[in-house]
């Protein structure tokens, strides 16, 4: 079954709602200058908190990141305990290498090219995040932004990666949508940010619905 993460957390609540409705990563974004940048304070309370309440158990805690050095990404990652951080810029092997927990990687899927041209893009790039141990997380590329744009792209490119192959699926999902885009991509995990928001702000009704969703129910 696929699996979800909520992710662009920013308080207590709403992380302790995600994993009660299932979510199997909880994602906090560490990005500078972006909507839903957390300050490594809130991240420390929300976290400690968070782990007082649920204990070491439940979805896995993401740390997201872009063009950090890897000395701020491994100190975040040990300071708030996280299981794993994803890595949203121009970060290539060497950096990875350097990066102390497991790795989730983004690779951005262009729409402004032919199709054929797009799918040798995305079968290059997801073969060069796997060759390095990292997870492939696909999402559509929009010009001047790093993600968590809310837009999506043709799902049915998926279909010309190997069947094997382990990759999160993201870019403009909804409770609406998700069905849909797992039926088509049959992806490891789905990730939603703005789809279950309401004004900017995690809406726990929208948590909700996205989950059943995802289970097809």
């Known amino acids: 079954m696929t699996k979800f993460k909520i992710c662009g957390l920013r308080d207590f609540d709403s992380a302790v709602h995600s994993r009660k409705c299932g979510a199997s990563l909880l994602g906090f974004v560490f990005v500078d200058n972006?909507?839903?940048?957390?300050?490594l304070e809130l991240a420390v309370e929300i976290i400690t908190k968070y782990r007082e309440i649920t204990g070491n158990g439940g979805p896995k805690l993401v740390g997201l990141f872009a063009n950090q050095t890897t000395d701020i990404v491994n100190r975040v990652?040990?300071?708030c305990g996280l299981?794993?951080?994803?890595l949203c810029g121009t970060e290539n092997s060497d950096y990875c290498k350097d990066i102390d927990i497991p790795i989730v990687r983004q690779v951005k899927i262009s729409i402004e090219q032919p199709r054929d041209v797009i799918i040798d893009q995305l079968k290059r790039d997801v073969e060069e995040v796997t060759r390095y141990g990292a997870i492939p997380l696909l999402d559509r590329m929009v010009e001047g932004s790093l993600g968590g744009t809310g837009k999506t792209f043709d799902w049915s490119i998926t279909s010309h990666l190997d069947d094997d192959c382990k990759f999160i699926l993201a870019g403009g999902l909804?409770?609406?949508?998700?069905?849909?885009?797992?039926n088509m991509s049959s992806p490891w995990l789905v990730d939603v940010s703005s789809g279950v928001e309401h004004a900017g702000i995690k809406d726990k009704d929208k948590i909700t619905a996205f989950a059943k969703s995802v289970r097809g129910n």
């Open 34 to 39: 972006v909507r839903r940048q957390i300050s």
């Open 77 to 79: 990652a040990e300071v």
């Open 174 to 182: 909804t409770p609406t949508n998700v069905e849909e885009a797992i």
């Open 83 to 86: 299981d794993m951080v994803q």
